[in-house]
């Protein structure tokens, strides 16, 4: 369910005619009714004046992580992250991202048994971008069965302090397909450009450079970390 290039040009451009608060989380998040000419479409609209301030993150920064996340997942080619722009909005400039239709009795808890592949893939992505909030409804089924992460907002912390639900894959071996794409990515950062070098913009100085330090480390360990005995969801 990725967006074509309509669908995008309505997340970029399209009128934001309605918004609803949604009443999970700590911050104002918005379900956004978008209008261009006569598409019409759902979005998740995360203003910055909307984010409550944070310890361990400086302020007024969620909202670029959360683009520089979907940033990471397309340098990656890891499509798991609905189309993210940031843009204005009526509360305010913040980050929009195409809706998921989904079920919202399903999590990770209950996902179906054919989502391993997709959670590996995840879970990989999670060690890189330092994801500190991976919770069990941050994971959406589409009616495909694709499987979508959401809520990536805390992530790219300098220190590495990973919270996640998915322990599902620890001890285990990193797939080699996502270790060869992280060898790429090491070499890209050596010299960003394009999308990547837009990413890097986004973060502190020293945020960078951890970015590549993590990169570093799963390529030096290639394993998922946490204990292989620690009670798994699936196996």
Not at 75 to 90: A, E, K, N, S
Not at 140 to 162: Q, R
Not at 194 to 208: I, Y
């Amino acid at each position: 369910m990725q967006a074509d290039r309509s669908g995008q040009d309505l997340i970029e451009n399209g009128e934001i005619v309605a918004c609803q608060l949604t009443p999970a989380g700590s911050n104002y998040t918005f379900l956004a009714q978008l209008e261009l000419g006569d598409q019409k479409g759902l979005a998740i609209y995360k203003p910055r004046d909307g984010e409550s301030p944070l310890w361990d993150f400086p302020t007024g920064t969620l909202y670029k992580r959360e683009y520089a996340a979907y940033l990471l997942s397309e340098v990656l080619g890891w499509d798991f992250i609905p189309y993210t722009v940031i843009r204005d909005g009526p509360y305010g400039i913040g980050s929009v991202q195409q809706f998921v239709e989904h079920d919202p009795k399903q999590n990770y808890y209950n996902l179906p048994e054919n989502n391993a592949d997709q959670l590996q893939m995840i879970a990989c992505f999670d060690l890189v971008a330092n994801s500190t909030d991976r919770k069990a409804n941050h994971l959406l089924v589409d009616g495909s069965g694709k499987l979508w992460g959401i809520d990536n907002a805390l992530t790219f912390h300098s220190d590495m302090k990973i919270r996640t639900v998915i322990w599902d894959f620890c001890g285990d071996r990193i797939p080699k397909q996502y270790l060869g794409t992280l060898r790429k990515l090491a070499k890209q950062l050596q010299a960003p450009e394009g999308r990547l070098s837009e990413l890097l913009d986004l973060l502190e100085p020293g945020e960078a450079a951890a970015l590549l330090r993590r990169v570093e480390w799963v390529l030096s360990e290639k394993v998922y970390p946490g204990s292989p005995m620690r009670s798994r969801r699936r196996r």
